[in-house]
């Protein structure tokens, strides 16, 4: 290396660290964090092949087979939500394997982009954005399709605010072609809405720590019926990093993964499963349903309008349609820097048309009361009307 090339870059500056504020994050993932899962993290660092980690992975596997409910094992990866979706592709199907994508939003649309970049051929049913995926509908373009290996679909439209009727999906589903894979996004559902993988017949199921698991990002997790094991012996897309095999064999036997697991943020899941068993299963159902209920009532009740078909709507975000004249970048902009409140914006062609506020993993209703009630003033500060 000549100097010349040794100087090229220079040392950086020492620079005092931006402080990270306390805020009111309210965007679908990431989630606050309660304190005792904050702290566990602090704990010094293990071996992640020790007898400590093997602990953990067991409990943790074990209480997220509970939230699934599977007797299937959940793995987990180091990785966001999207690894799930890359994740099931590779791991169920081969090249050129035809494959139906159900679509209401910017994640389904994700999941389909990945089986495309994989070299599979998809059919796409789509909804318009706010809608859920019509059974009806659904079926009826089903029957006029050749047989497919699988359909992919997403729970709970985290761009849109939607919740898809996942039973009556799967069950349709499995009635038209016994043996399809059913893939199911439930990154911002699992553990806060109703999810039944072993009962709704699911074939994949995936979700990630930010969302519904009040646990920092981290850890993506995974978990197979029998059929998708089946699968998976013949699939032969490429896979590595996030191949289940190795990642079943080294969990059952030995509490391990097969490489590094993201181990501050398992010692926080631990923490948070517990809490989350604390309180109970169908509590937490039901408080994510009041929750709902309350911001929509709220949002309703100033006026704004639920971008999300009312029946179809989600608990665990809440899109809203930016009212006709206001500038929703600068309010979300205000919003953030004075009263220190994160809304989420729009994705893709909904940028400045909607605004979400996410309410799944860790809040209060008193965090919830303080966003909606800053959200209405500053509206009318901006000239809202109702
Ligand atoms: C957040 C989210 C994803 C993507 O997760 P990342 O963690 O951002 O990769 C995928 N699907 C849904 C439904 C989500 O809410």
Do not use: C
């Not at 290396?1 to 504020?21: D, F």
């Not at 050129?96 to 910017?106: L, P, Q, R």
């Not at 012996?233 to 030995?254: H, N, V």
């Not at 309180?279 to 408080?287: C, D, N, P």
């Amino acid at each position: 290396m000549t100097t010349q090339e040794q100087g090229a870059i220079p040392v950086p500056q020492v620079e005092e660290r931006t402080p990270i504020p306390k805020q009111n994050l309210r965007v679908p993932g990431p989630t606050p964090i309660p304190s005792e899962v904050l702290a566990a993290q602090t704990n010094p660092m293990i071996n992640h092949r020790g007898p400590e980690f093997a602990a953990i992975a067991r409990r943790v596997t074990a209480r997220l087979q509970y939230f699934f409910q599977t007797t299937s094992p959940v793995l987990t990866f180091p990785a966001s939500g999207t690894g799930g979706q890359e994740s099931a592709v590779v791991n169920l199907f081969s090249p050129g394997d035809h494959v139906v994508a159900i679509t209401i939003g910017n994640f389904g649309n994700r999941l389909a982009k990945i089986a495309e970049a994989y070299g599979l051929n998809v059919t796409r049913i789509e909804f318009p954005w706010g809608q859920a995926a019509d059974p009806a509908s659904v079926e009826a373009r089903l029957k006029e399709l050749p047989s497919y290996k699988g359909v992919l679909l997403t729970h709970n439209e985290t761009s849109t605010g939607v919740t898809n009727d996942l039973e009556a999906l799967a069950a349709l589903i499995r009635r038209l072609a016994p043996e399809t894979l059913i893939v199911v996004d439930a990154v911002s559902s699992a553990g806060s809405i109703p999810l039944d993988m072993d009962r709704w017949d699911l074939d994949a199921v995936f979700t990630g720590s930010q969302k519904g698991w009040m646990t920092p990002p981290g850890i993506m997790m995974i978990a197979a019926s029998p059929r998708a094991w089946e699968a998976n012996k013949t699939a032969r897309l490429p896979r590595f990093y996030f191949d289940w095999g190795p990642a079943r064999k080294q969990l059952l036997e030995k509490g391990q993964h097969p490489t590094t697991p993201a181990v501050s943020v398992f010692y926080a899941l631990d923490v948070a499963l517990e809490m989350m068993l604390a309180e109970g299963r169908e509590a937490i159902f039901a408080r994510q349903q009041q929750a709902g209920d309350y911001v929509r009532g709220r949002v309703r009740a100033m006026g704004l309008q639920l971008f999300a078909d009312h029946q179809n709507a989600s608990n665990t975000v809440t899109a809203i349609k930016v009212p006709e004249g206001i500038d929703s970048k600068a309010l979300l902009k205000k919003l953030r820097e004075q009263d220190r409140i994160v809304f989420a914006g729009g994705q893709a062609h909904l940028e400045g048309k909607i605004f979400r506020i996410g309410h799944l993993g860790y809040f209060t209703e008193a965090d919830l009361a303080q966003a909606l009630d800053t959200l209405e003033q500053r509206l009318h500060e901006f000239g809202f009307k109702s």
